[in-house]
């Protein structure tokens, strides 16, 4: 064998040997993401003065949940204009109604594998003055609601993988408001204060669908210490304390013969100590039999 030849082969080995090393990592989850829309009911209901400012703060959470969603690093967000074509041409964007047929066909026709479809179902925002008896003193309080019905579809069959409210009140406002010294003058949102909310509002959704479809694992396990496979943007911050479970068996519904998940055993309890980028790390408090792979959830 010249030695031509045998560069050749050993080239061609090295390659074969190095092509695991080198194919890319697995794909991320589709998840197609229609715009955020008010009921009907609570469009008609909404005071006018209030109506601009109600659809500028959805205007914002509908960029930042797509931006929110992205940051968890879990999904790829696809399909936005051809999924609210079709849930258009279905008649049912403003009725807030999306069904398994309609779910199915979205996910085939822009190949989202999970479909989220979030709807305002009440926005209050008001101050409020009360007239002491007696000294004739008064005060006010401002009032301020926001509440959004969230759901979840695998538009592979169409099935409603979960529904969920999320809501923000007075305390995360005043919160929100504190935090940057944003202005609520004479009841008015300015710019700022709508971002904030809608980002805060935003986070909230993406986290909880990222705890639906992959909820947060252990990666490794070191001495006192665990690795997890969330980071920045993805609902983890330092002294976040979280429960840990165990997969157990798989849960099979008699009737139906479908899979309803695994049966999830309590292993302990962590606290967030590091968050990066794409990991955080955490100190065990409570330990049972924490180990790799073991999924985390907030403490309801």
Same mark, same amino acid.
């Not at 560069?7 to 194919?23: N, Q």
């Not at 403003?94 to 199915?104: E, L, P, Y």
């Not at 929100?176 to 004479?186: A, C, F, L, T, W």
């Given at each position: 064998? +010249? ?10 080995? #090295?390659?074969?040997?190095? =092509?695991? @090393? ?5 794909? /991320? ?12 009911? =609570? ?8 109506? #601009?400012? @109600?659809?500028?703060?959805? $205007? ?7 931006? *929110? ?10 399909? !936005? ?15 807030? +109604? ?12 822009? &190949?989202?594998? %999970?479909?989220? @479809?979030a709807t305002v179902d009440d926005y209050q925002d008001y101050v409020e003055k009360a007239t002491f008896a007696g000294t004739g003193d008064t005060?006010?309080? *401002? ?9 979840? %579809?695998?538009?592979?069959? &169409?099935? #409603?993988? $979960? ?16 935090? *940057?010294? %944003? ?10 204060m709508m971002v904030a909310v809608s980002r805060s509002m935003a986070e909230k959704i993406a986290v909880h669908v990222a705890d639906v479809i ?6 490794? !396990?070191?001495? +006192? ?10 609902? @983890? ?19 139906? /013969? ?7 055993? /309590? ?6 100590? $590091? ?21 985390? *959830?907030?403490?309801?």
């Amino acid at each position: 064998m +010249n030695n031509h030849s045998f560069l050749k082969i050993s080239l061609v080995l #090295l390659s074969a040997a190095l =092509l695991p @090393m080198l194919a890319p990592g697995q794909d /991320k989850a589709t998840l197609g993401i229609l715009a955020i829309k008010p009921t009907p009911a =609570l469009a008609d209901s909404v005071r006018p003065d209030k109506k #601009l400012e @109600m659809n500028r703060i959805i $205007e914002s959470l509908d960029s930042q949940l797509i931006d *929110r969603i992205n940051a968890t690093r879990k999904f790829d967000v696809v399909g !936005r204009s051809d999924l609210d074509n079709i849930i258009k041409e279905q008649d049912l964007g403003a009725s807030g +109604n999306v069904d398994a047929k309609t779910a199915a066909q979205a996910g085939k026709l822009t &190949g989202a594998k %999970y479909l989220l @479809m979030a709807t305002v179902d009440d926005y209050q925002d008001y101050v409020e003055k009360a007239t002491f008896a007696g000294t004739g003193d008064t005060a006010t309080k *401002r009032v301020f609601r926001l509440s959004i019905v969230g759901k979840i %579809y695998d538009s592979t069959t &169409g099935k #409603l993988l $979960e529904s969920a409210n999320f809501q923000t009140g007075n305390d995360e406002f005043k919160q929100i408001q504190q935090e *940057r010294n %944003y202005s609520v003058k004479d009841g008015e949102l300015s710019d700022e204060m709508m971002v904030a909310v809608s980002r805060s509002m935003a986070e909230k959704i993406a986290v909880h669908v990222a705890d639906v479809i992959f909820p947060a694992k252990i990666l490794i !396990r070191n001495d +006192n210490e665990v690795t997890i496979n969330r980071g920045e943007g993805a609902g @983890m911050a330092v002294g976040d304390t979280f429960n840990v479970f165990a997969l157990g068996q798989e849960l099979i519904d008699p009737d139906t /013969k479908e899979s309803l998940g695994h049966q999830e055993v /309590k292993v302990g309890q962590v606290k967030i100590t $590091e968050v990066d980028p794409k990991f955080s790390k955490a100190t065990i408090l409570q330990d049972t039999g924490i180990d790799k792979g073991a999924i985390l *959830r907030k403490p309801q």
